[in-house]
């Protein structure tokens, strides 16, 4: 799944004048490489990690079954993984509770099915090492 920031392919109600005031750019999420029962699942988890994450958030990456497909129904879980800059994390290299909580409880409103659960790794990363893409 890619991340981009695009004004090209904003869809009709986009309004770029606010988006340019509030400094909010458009961002889509390229789900079309997943197998087609994973994709509304994803892109709800990519938009509420996009939503608070967007400061570090530099890539998610979405690997395993629903990615490659071979899924089990009601066994396979959907794996995410989160590259973030380093100042995401608190010392150990977590996210900060509130934080982490906030994000839980809006995910808990994402309904996982036929996948058993989203498993998320958040990888921080330093700057110098980043890959940008």
Not at 3 to 26: S, V
Request: charge should be neutral; include cysteine.
């Amino acid at each position: 799944m890619r991340i981009k920031n695009d004004r090209i392919n904003a869809p009709e109600n986009f309004d770029a004048k606010l988006a340019e005031r509030t400094g909010k750019a458009l961002v889509t999420f390229d789900v079309s490489p997943l197998t087609p029962i994973a994709q509304p699942i994803v892109l709800q988890a990519a938009e509420i990690y996009y939503r608070h994450l967007s400061p570090w958030l530099i890539g998610l990456l979405v690997h395993g079954s629903a990615y490659k497909g071979g899924f089990i129904p009601g066994c396979s879980d959907i794996d995410l993984k989160l590259y973030l800059r380093q100042e995401a994390c608190v010392s150990g290299g977590n996210l900060p509770l509130d934080l982490a909580i906030s994000l839980h409880r809006d995910l808990a409103h994402v309904d996982p099915a036929p996948f058993q659960y989203i498993q998320a790794l958040a990888v921080p990363l330093a700057c110098s090492n980043a890959m940008l893409w």
